[in-house]
Every structure is written in structure tokens, then in C-alpha cells.
């Protein structure tokens, strides 16, 4: 597989199921925070479909490789991929640690709901109780991306303002929702970074 993409010799073994083959490609390219990471992430997932043995052959060596990156930020957003496929990398050596109180106190400074999270990550009800950190990032960054989204189509519904056109009473309320949208949005970015970042607010 000399020459051929990182990505693309990842899926190769992957359909051979040659689990060991594809992380010997990982191990032995350049990491870097495009291609590598994706061949990264593509074995996480493989790993999360699986079970006992066969999981752990996959698993540790991708931790191991993870663990031992260089780079804290490619190594930091390798775990918080993995975490999407219920694969979890870090064993508090990669993302700062957060107690229960911790999470509360970031969601009300930044005005996001946590109740959102306990929708889809199991949070405990002791404050002094350490929660998942690259889960609860996860589901921050894709409520983020949600509410973005939205916006963005309902903006595209507006005529441009540019172009003089009075808005309708219906469009005015697309547009108060496409704002509210946004700074849902902004909201959920800071709580994502916010428990990232190793610098407490």
C-alpha cells in the first residue's frame, strides 16, 4: 500500500478485515490533522462495532498511538472522534478533568442547557462526581453545528438586504429565529471549548 492515502489504505484493510494491517498503516504515516485523523477515526468506528477481544485488538493499539502524539491538539480531537463511535481513548491522560458542579457552572455562564446532554451522555447526580468529558464535548459540539445549520437555512430563505426588499411579518420571524439559532449555536461552541480548554473560566 506505498503511495496509496492514508484514508483509502485504512478502508482497503478494513474490507480484508486485516485489523492489525490497518493499524500498522496508521503507525507508520505522518500524523497530521486531515487524512491521518480520518484513518484514525475510521478505526475507532470499526472498533466501536465490536465486542471483547476483537475490540481490544483494535482499541489499545489506537490508543497507544494516540497517546503517544506530539501533538496535544491532534491528539486531543482523535479522542473526542473516537468518543462519537462510544470508544473512549482517554483514561484522563488527554482532556481536563470536570466534576458535575463543573459542567452546571460552565452551562449556566455560557447559557446552554444540560439537560440537553443528559438526553444522550449518562451524567451523575453527585456534583463532586467526575462526568465524561469528551462525551459531554460531543454532544455540545454537534448541538453547536445543529443550531448553525439551522440558521444558515433559514437565512437562505431571506431575500438579501442588500437588494432593498421589505421583509413580510413571516420573514421577520424566520429572521428572529435564524439570530436565535445563532446564538444558540455560540452558546454550545463556548461549552465545547470551555471543557476542552485546560484554562478554568
Request: aromatic share 6%; net charge positive.
Amino acid at each position: 500500500m506505498l503511495g496509496a492515502r492514508v484514508t483509502d489504505a485504512v478502508e482497503y484493510m478494513q474490507r480484508r478485515q486485516e485489523s492489525k494491517g490497518a493499524v500498522r498503516i496508521v503507525r507508520r504515516r505522518q500524523p497530521d490533522k486531515f487524512r491521518w485523523r480520518d484513518a484514525v477515526s475510521k478505526l475507532s468506528g470499526a472498533a466501536g462495532r465490536m465486542r471483547g477481544k476483537e475490540r481490544m485488538r483494535i482499541e489499545e493499539p489506537v490508543r497507544e498511538v494516540v497517546l503517544d502524539l506530539s501533538d496535544n491538539l491532534l491528539r486531543r480531537e482523535c479522542v473526542i472522534d473516537a468518543r462519537r463511535f462510544n470508544v473512549d481513548l482517554d483514561r484522563g491522560e488527554v482532556l481536563p478533568f470536570h466534576r458535575m458542579g463543573d459542567l452546571r457552572r460552565y452551562a449556566f455562564l455560557v447559557g446552554a442547557d444540560v439537560q440537553i446532554i443528559e438526553r444522550y451522555v449518562e451524567l451523575p447526580d453527585d456534583f463532586f462526581a467526575p462526568i465524561d468529558t469528551a462525551a459531554c464535548t460531543v454532544v455540545s459540539r454537534a448541538m453547536a453545528n445543529h443550531h448553525r445549520k439551522r440558521a444558515q437555512r433559514a437565512w437562505l430563505e431571506i431575500p438579501d438586504p442588500d437588494g432593498g426588499q421589505r421583509l413580510s411579518p413571516h420573514q421577520r420571524l424566520i429572521v428572529a429565529k435564524a439570530e436565535e439559532d445563532a446564538q444558540t449555536a455560540k452558546r454550545w461552541a463556548a461549552l465545547a471549548r470551555t471543557l476542552v480548554d485546560d484554562k478554568k473560566p
